[in-house]
C-alpha cells in the first residue's frame, strides 16, 4: 500500500478560476487511487478527479486520502481572494535583464503625456477567468465535444483510476482530432489561453515532425484569425512515450472581430500512419480587458538618454480608473501612472523607462463607482531597446535555403537563440518570438531562411538590450518598384512601428538594378534610392537612418557612393565576397552559413556605427 502522497502544483502560466491538482503516489508500484474532500466547498470545491474549483473568496483546505490506506494523506491549503465575472491573461514573471549603454542619432520615442497619480495603496485585486468550453473533463461523456472526421471517432474512456478523459480513434489522417466551435463577441486583440492535457495510446518510433497541435481558425474563413504569440508555444513531443500525461499550454491573439471561433486538437504526423490518443482538461479562457499597445513581447527604441516612454492603450468599458506600472520580477520599475479615459479606450505613457527587459507590465481598472470592483491583467514581455525595419530584394527577406528539390527546397531557416529577440507581423499586430521564415505581407517575402534572427541574435548579446525587427522585403525588385509599386510595405512598417520608435532601415536590394547601372551608369540608380529614404522619412516623420549594403557584382559604387554619415546614411552588410558554402544551389540567395555570416555582418555594421564607443 501507499506510505507517501505527495502533490505537484505549477501556477507558472496560468491562473484558472479552477485548476486540476496533480498527485504523485509512493512506492510507484501502490495503488494510486486517491479520493479528494474540502474543508469548505462553498470556498473551494474538489472533484474525485482533483479538480479544484473557486467558489468565493476564503481560505479552505483540500484534503488527499488513500482509498487502501486512509492513514496516508496529504493536505493542500487553498486560498481563494476573488472570484470574477471579468476575464483577464495571467501573471507570469518577468526574467531578469542586463541594460545597455545609450547611443547618438536616436530616433525619438512616442510622448503622450498624461494624467499621472501615484496612489500611495492600491485595491487589492485576482487575475480571474472564465473558461470557454464546457465540459472540458469529459466528466459529462462527450458532451460539446466532436471530431472533425467521424461522429464516432470520439469516445468517453474512464482510466483504472476511475478518471474519465476523451479517446480519439480511427483517425483519417494527420488533421484528424478533436475540435469544438468557441462562441462570444471576440474582438481584435483578445487573448485566448488554453491548455490541455494529451496521452498517446501506445508507444512507437519518434519522428521530430511529429507533435501535438492546438489551431483556431474562423468560422468558414481560410484566414487564420487567431496567430500563435509565440513559436509553437503549443506543440508537445512525446518521444513515442504512452504511459505518461503530457500537458500543453499557449496563448493566441484574436486578430479580427468575429463571433465564433473553430478550435481542433491533432497530431501531426510524419508518414501516412496515425495513432489514437487521450485528451483530458481541456481549457479555454479569455479576457475582457485588452491591451492594443504593448502587445506581448513587443519591443521599444530607446533615446540617447537610454530610455524610452512606454506607449500603452487599453480598450474596455467606461466609467474605470485605469492604471498601469512596469515590473522586473518582483522589483518596481514606474510609478502607478493613470491613462486618461476615451469613450471605451485609456491612453498613456510610462515615461523614462530604463533600457532593458524583459519587463511585466500590470494594468488594473478600478470602478469609479466601486472601489472594490477592480480588473486586473498584464503583458509578460516589454522591452526597451534597438528595432529595425529591414527590406530590399530576396536576400533581405525568407529566401535562404540548402537543398534544390524538384519541386521545392528545403533548408534555410533560422532562430534566435536569445529570448529578447522579436519579430514583428505588422498584418497581425503581434510581435513574435524571432524565426525564420521572418513574418512578411510584401507578396514576396519567401518561406525560406533570413540573416535577421542571427543579427538579433549579436546584438542583444553585444547590447544587453532586447531587439525588435520588421521585415518588408520583396524578392527580385528594383529600387524604383520599391520606390514606386512596393513600397506599400515599408509605409505599413513605418506606421506600425509609430507607437514603438525606430532605429533604423536595413537595406540589401541591387541584383535587379544589375542591367539598369551598366547601361545608364549610377545616376538614375542613386536618384531613386534617395527619393525612396526621403519618402520613407517622410512618413516617419524624422531623418530615419538608413544602411545600404554593398552587395558586389557591378553595384559597389553606386551603393557606397549613396553613404554619407553627414547623411545619416551609412554602409551596413559588405556581402561581395560571399561565395562558395555561403550559397545556395542557385549561387545567388544564401545558404544557412551564408545566412548565419550575413547576420553577422549586419550587427557588425550596426556596431561600428552607433557603438564603436
Given at each position: 500500500?501507499a506510505y507517501e502522497?505527495t502533490v505537484?502544483?505549477d501556477?507558472r502560466?496560468?491562473?484558472f478560476?479552477?485548476?486540476?491538482?496533480?498527485?504523485?503516489?509512493?512506492?510507484?508500484k501502490?495503488?494510486?487511487?486517491?479520493y479528494?474532500?474540502?474543508?469548505?466547498?462553498?470556498v473551494?470545491?474538489?472533484?474525485k478527479?482533483?479538480?479544484?474549483k473557486?467558489?468565493?473568496?476564503g481560505?479552505?483546505h483540500?484534503?488527499?486520502?488513500?482509498?487502501?490506506?486512509?492513514?496516508?494523506?496529504?493536505?493542500?491549503k487553498?486560498t481563494v481572494?476573488?472570484v470574477?465575472?471579468v476575464?483577464t491573461?495571467a501573471?507570469?514573471p518577468?526574467?531578469?535583464?542586463?541594460?545597455?549603454?545609450?547611443i547618438?542619432?536616436?530616433s525619438?520615442?512616442?510622448d503622450?503625456?498624461n494624467?499621472?497619480?501615484?496612489?500611495t495603496?492600491?485595491?487589492?485585486?485576482?487575475?480571474a477567468?472564465?473558461?470557454?468550453c464546457?465540459?472540458s473533463d469529459?466528466?459529462?461523456?462527450?458532451?460539446?465535444?466532436?471530431?472533425?472526421y467521424?461522429?464516432n471517432?470520439?469516445?468517453?474512456y474512464?482510466?483504472?483510476d476511475?478518471?474519465?478523459?476523451g479517446?480519439i480513434t480511427?483517425?483519417w489522417?494527420t488533421?484528424?482530432?478533436l475540435?469544438k466551435?468557441?462562441?462570444?463577441?471576440?474582438?481584435q486583440?483578445q487573448?485566448i489561453?488554453?491548455s490541455?492535457?494529451?496521452?498517446r495510446?501506445?508507444?512507437?518510433?519518434?519522428?521530430d515532425?511529429?507533435?501535438?497541435?492546438m489551431?483556431?481558425?474562423?468560422n468558414?474563413?481560410?484566414?487564420?484569425?487567431?496567430?500563435?504569440t509565440?513559436?509553437k508555444p503549443?506543440?508537445i513531443?512525446l518521444y513515442?512515450?504512452s504511459?505518461?500525461?503530457?500537458?500543453?499550454?499557449?496563448?493566441y491573439?484574436?486578430?479580427?472581430d468575429?463571433?465564433s471561433i473553430?478550435?481542433?486538437?491533432?497530431?501531426?504526423?510524419?508518414g501516412s500512419?496515425?495513432?489514437?490518443?487521450?485528451?483530458?482538461?481541456i481549457?479555454?479562457?479569455?479576457?475582457?480587458?485588452?491591451?492594443?499597445?504593448?502587445?506581448?513581447?513587443a519591443?521599444?527604441?530607446?533615446?540617447?538618454?537610454n530610455t524610452?516612454n512606454?506607449?500603452?492603450?487599453?480598450?474596455y468599458k467606461?466609467?474605470?480608473n485605469?492604471?498601469a506600472?512596469?515590473?522586473?520580477?518582483e522589483?518596481?520599475?514606474?510609478?502607478w501612472?493613470?491613462?486618461?479615459e476615451?469613450?471605451?479606450?485609456?491612453?498613456?505613457?510610462?515615461?523614462?523607462?530604463?533600457a532593458?527587459?524583459w519587463?511585466?507590465?500590470?494594468?488594473?481598472a478600478?470602478?469609479?463607482?466601486?472601489d472594490?470592483n477592480?480588473?486586473?491583467t498584464y503583458?509578460d514581455?516589454?522591452?526597451?531597446?534597438?528595432v529595425f525595419?529591414t527590406?530590399g530584394?530576396?536576400?533581405?527577406?525568407?529566401?535562404?535555403?540548402?537543398?534544390?528539390?524538384?519541386?521545392?527546397r528545403?533548408?534555410?531557416h533560422?532562430?534566435a537563440?536569445?529570448d529578447?529577440v522579436?519579430?514583428?507581423?505588422?498584418?497581425y499586430d503581434?510581435?513574435?518570438y524571432?524565426y525564420?521564415?521572418q513574418?512578411?505581407?510584401?507578396g514576396?517575402g519567401g518561406?525560406?531562411g533570413?540573416?535577421?534572427?542571427?543579427?538579433?541574435d549579436?546584438?542583444t548579446?553585444k547590447?544587453g538590450?532586447?531587439?525588435?525587427?520588421v521585415?518588408?522585403g520583396?524578392?527580385g525588385?528594383?529600387?524604383?518598384?520599391l520606390l514606386?509599386e512596393?513600397?506599400?510595405?515599408?509605409?505599413?512598417a513605418i506606421?506600425a512601428?509609430k507607437?514603438?520608435?525606430?532605429?533604423a532601415?536595413l537595406?540589401?536590394?541591387g541584383c535587379?538594378?544589375v542591367?539598369?547601372?551598366?547601361?545608364?551608369?549610377?545616376g538614375?540608380?542613386?536618384?531613386?534610392?534617395?527619393?525612396l529614404?526621403?519618402?520613407?522619412?517622410?512618413?516617419a516623420?524624422f531623418?530615419l537612418?538608413?544602411?545600404?549594403a554593398?552587395?558586389?557584382y557591378?553595384?559597389?559604387?553606386a551603393?557606397?557612393?549613396?553613404?554619407?554619415?553627414e547623411?545619416?546614411i551609412f554602409?551596413?552588410a559588405v556581402t561581395a565576397?560571399?561565395?562558395?558554402?555561403?550559397?545556395?544551389?542557385?549561387?545567388l540567395h544564401?545558404s544557412?552559413?551564408?545566412?548565419?555570416?550575413?547576420?553577422?555582418r549586419?550587427?557588425?555594421?550596426?556596431?561600428?556605427?552607433f557603438f564603436s564607443n
Amino acid at each position: 500500500s501507499a506510505y507517501e502522497i505527495t502533490v505537484l502544483l505549477d501556477f507558472r502560466r496560468f491562473l484558472f478560476i479552477s485548476f486540476r491538482l496533480k498527485v504523485n503516489v509512493f512506492p510507484k508500484k501502490a495503488n494510486n487511487k486517491v479520493y479528494y474532500k474540502s474543508s469548505k466547498k462553498k470556498v473551494a470545491a474538489v472533484n474525485k478527479k482533483g479538480k479544484i474549483k473557486a467558489m468565493k473568496k476564503g481560505v479552505a483546505h483540500i484534503t488527499i486520502t488513500s482509498k487502501v490506506n486512509k492513514k496516508i494523506k496529504a493536505k493542500v491549503k487553498v486560498t481563494v481572494k476573488g472570484v470574477h465575472t471579468v476575464k483577464t491573461s495571467a501573471n507570469t514573471p518577468a526574467p531578469p535583464d542586463t541594460a545597455g549603454t545609450p547611443i547618438p542619432n536616436q530616433s525619438p520615442a512616442t510622448d503622450t503625456p498624461n494624467e499621472t497619480e501615484r496612489p500611495t495603496e492600491m485595491p487589492e485585486s485576482t487575475p480571474a477567468v472564465i473558461n470557454l468550453c464546457e465540459n472540458s473533463d469529459f466528466e459529462q461523456g462527450t458532451t460539446g465535444w466532436s471530431t472533425n472526421y467521424d461522429l464516432n471517432g470520439l469516445q468517453s474512456y474512464t482510466e483504472e483510476d476511475g478518471n474519465m478523459c476523451g479517446l480519439i480513434t480511427g483517425r483519417w489522417n494527420t488533421a484528424s482530432g478533436l475540435t469544438k466551435t468557441l462562441t462570444g463577441d471576440f474582438k481584435q486583440g483578445q487573448i485566448i489561453s488554453y491548455s490541455y492535457r494529451i496521452k498517446r495510446t501506445q508507444s512507437y518510433k519518434y519522428y521530430d515532425t511529429n507533435y501535438f497541435v492546438m489551431s483556431a481558425t474562423y468560422n468558414s474563413d481560410t484566414d487564420n484569425p487567431v496567430k500563435d504569440t509565440d513559436i509553437k508555444p503549443d506543440n508537445i513531443m512525446l518521444y513515442g512515450e504512452s504511459d505518461e500525461w503530457t500537458t500543453a499550454q499557449g496563448k493566441y491573439i484574436v486578430t479580427a472581430d468575429t463571433k465564433s471561433i473553430n478550435i481542433s486538437i491533432y497530431e501531426a504526423l510524419w508518414g501516412s500512419e496515425t495513432y489514437d490518443f487521450y485528451i483530458d482538461d481541456i481549457v479555454f479562457t479569455t479576457e475582457e480587458l485588452i491591451v492594443n499597445i504593448p502587445r506581448n513581447r513587443a519591443v521599444y527604441q530607446r533615446n540617447e538618454n537610454n530610455t524610452a516612454n512606454v506607449t500603452v492603450d487599453i480598450k474596455y468599458k467606461q466609467g474605470y480608473n485605469v492604471y498601469a506600472k512596469l515590473w522586473k520580477g518582483e522589483q518596481s520599475v514606474s510609478d502607478w501612472t493613470m491613462l486618461a479615459e476615451q469613450n471605451d479606450s485609456y491612453t498613456g505613457s510610462i515615461n523614462n523607462v530604463s533600457a532593458g527587459g524583459w519587463y511585466k507590465l500590470e494594468i488594473k481598472a478600478i470602478n469609479k463607482a466601486d472601489d472594490n470592483n477592480v480588473v486586473t491583467t498584464y503583458v509578460d514581455k516589454v522591452g526597451v531597446g534597438e528595432v529595425f525595419i529591414t527590406g530590399g530584394q530576396s536576400n533581405s527577406c525568407n529566401f535562404g535555403f540548402d537543398i534544390q528539390l524538384e519541386n521545392s527546397r528545403s533548408g534555410g531557416h533560422t532562430a534566435a537563440k536569445q529570448d529578447t529577440v522579436s519579430s514583428y507581423d505588422t498584418k497581425y499586430d503581434i510581435w513574435k518570438y524571432s524565426y525564420d521564415p521572418q513574418p512578411n505581407y510584401s507578396g514576396g517575402g519567401g518561406n525560406g531562411g533570413s540573416p535577421w534572427p542571427t543579427f538579433g541574435d549579436m546584438l542583444t548579446e553585444k547590447l544587453g538590450v532586447p531587439i525588435g525587427l520588421v521585415s518588408t522585403g520583396f524578392g527580385g525588385r528594383t529600387i524604383n518598384q520599391l520606390l514606386t509599386e512596393n513600397y506599400q510595405p515599408i509605409k505599413d512598417a513605418i506606421d506600425a512601428l509609430k507607437p514603438y520608435g525606430i532605429r533604423a532601415f536595413l537595406i540589401h536590394q541591387g541584383c535587379n538594378d544589375v542591367d539598369n547601372v551598366k547601361a545608364n551608369g549610377n545616376g538614375p540608380y542613386q536618384e531613386d534610392f534617395k527619393a525612396l529614404i526621403e519618402k520613407s522619412r517622410k512618413d516617419a516623420g524624422f531623418e530615419l537612418p538608413w544602411f545600404i549594403a554593398d552587395i558586389g557584382y557591378n553595384m559597389s559604387d553606386a551603393q557606397r557612393g549613396l553613404c554619407n554619415n553627414e547623411d545619416n546614411i551609412f554602409l551596413g552588410a559588405v556581402t561581395a565576397d560571399m561565395w562558395d558554402n555561403n550559397r545556395a544551389p542557385d549561387n545567388l540567395h544564401m545558404s544557412t552559413a551564408g545566412l548565419i555570416e550575413h547576420g553577422k555582418r549586419w550587427a557588425q555594421a550596426i556596431l561600428y556605427q552607433f557603438f564603436s564607443n
